[in-house]
């Protein structure tokens, strides 16, 4: 937790908010069976890919990144392999120059490439598909003469950040829709709730031989959202991800959610003040409860309903929050590059089946 306390002390009024988070007895990480005969299948397709799109919400860049796509990219060196990170989300984050200016700053450390997008904007869509279609072109160029197998994306992140969003509005721009989540039938389910795609899909075709400047055909491959490990995982990312709605709802008490809720907007209250909740700026308050019963509407609503209902909110609509603090750290106090650099040497050995004096161990267990 000293990270969190180097976060440099402001006051407003005579209220000092808190610095260091309380240590609640939760859940550390969530990471399911099927999400490890995902990454199999992943590791498995690593030869046929061309390029990797790792969606990330931008409002915890950090939490909801996942450390297992370094590895692979790293293991996989015998590939070519394109990758560009998208933030999703950039609708709920209109004031985006601080974090742009941040994000720049950390991904020009490692010399990654990465964007903002909301996935139901259409210009964004096509300029993201131009993107695609680029780099199909350019390998091709490379080889002089189309792919044999077509030029194949992955499409991945943790949980629930809109990678089926993506694949729908990609498909129906590719089709020539005026509308990105036009009429056609998804290819890809989408939902609210961490968990909607369950297995890799097959390759979903966005291009055809006859309308794309590649000449060759674009296929996107859709997996399901893969959670951290335990070993690089612990309490704050996993608060994180439920604000993202990256979590299913029920994993975590929503008071102690709620709580970090209020920790990051208290945190975050500034000289230009925000009504991060009823009466925040005339009388902020650390209390939980307090401010539950500042949104109470209807005396039956219990604290978990009233809590439920406040972080919901926040997930899907609210605007202009960080939920990861490292974003309020300046490049002194916090090294991008380091901290990836730390959590690759937390993860370990990532082979499916790492070999130890010729006997072989299940992925389970390293991820323990």
């Not at 007895?25 to 790792?54: C, T, V």
């Not at 072109?137 to 044999?148: C, R, V, W």
């Not at 899909?201 to 966005?206: A, D, F, L, N, V």
Request: glycine share 6%; proline share 4%.
């Amino acid at each position: 937790m000293g990270l969190y306390t180097r976060i440099i002390t402001r006051r407003y009024s005579d209220f000092v908010p808190r610095y260091v988070f309380p240590q609640y007895n939760m859940l550390k990480s969530d990471f399911k069976g099927h999400q490890m005969k995902a990454l199999r299948k992943i590791e498995s397709l690593g030869p046929q890919l061309n390029m990797l799109l790792e969606l990330r919400d931008i409002r915890a860049p950090l939490s909801t990144k996942n450390i297992i796509f370094d590895k692979l990219l790293q293991d996989w060196k015998y590939n070519d392999l394109k990758r560009l990170i998208i933030y999703t989300k950039k609708d709920l984050f209109p004031n985006q120059q601080n974090v742009l200016s941040k994000l720049t700053q950390w991904h020009n450390e490692l010399n990654e490439d990465f964007m903002l997008i909301d996935a139901r904007n259409k210009k964004e869509v096509r300029n993201l598909f131009k993107i695609i279609e680029y780099n199909g072109n350019e390998m091709m160029n490379q080889m002089g003469m189309p792919l044999p197998m077509g030029y194949r994306v992955l499409i991945t992140g943790i949980p629930n950040l809109g990678k089926s969003t993506l694949i729908n509005s990609l498909r129906s721009f590719s089709q020539g829709k005026d509308d990105v989540m036009g009429k056609k039938k998804k290819v890809a389910r989408t939902g609210n709730e961490a968990g909607v795609t369950r297995s890799t899909s097959e390759c979903i075709r966005i291009t055809s031989n006859t309308n794309n400047e590649t000449k060759q055909p674009i296929y996107l491959i859709d997996t399901p959202g893969i959670g951290l490990p335990g070993r690089v995982s612990n309490e704050i990312r996993m608060l994180s991800q439920s604000l993202c709605g990256s979590l299913k709802s029920n994993l975590i008490d929503p008071i102690i959610v709620a709580d970090y809720l209020l920790y990051l907007m208290n945190l975050q209250q500034s000289d230009k003040k925000v009504e991060w909740y009823p009466n925040c700026i005339s009388n902020p308050t650390n209390n939980v409860y307090d401010v539950l019963e500042r949104i109470r509407t209807n005396k039956a609503q219990d604290e978990n309903s009233l809590a439920i209902k406040w972080v919901t909110h926040w997930t899907r609509f609210g605007k202009n929050l960080l939920f990861d603090i490292e974003m309020l750290l300046s490049n002194e106090e916090f090294s991008y590059k380091k901290y990836v650099n730390q959590e690759l040497k937390k993860l370990g050995d990532l082979s499916i089946t790492a070999r130890f004096n010729d006997k072989t161990r299940s992925i389970g267990k390293l991820f323990s």
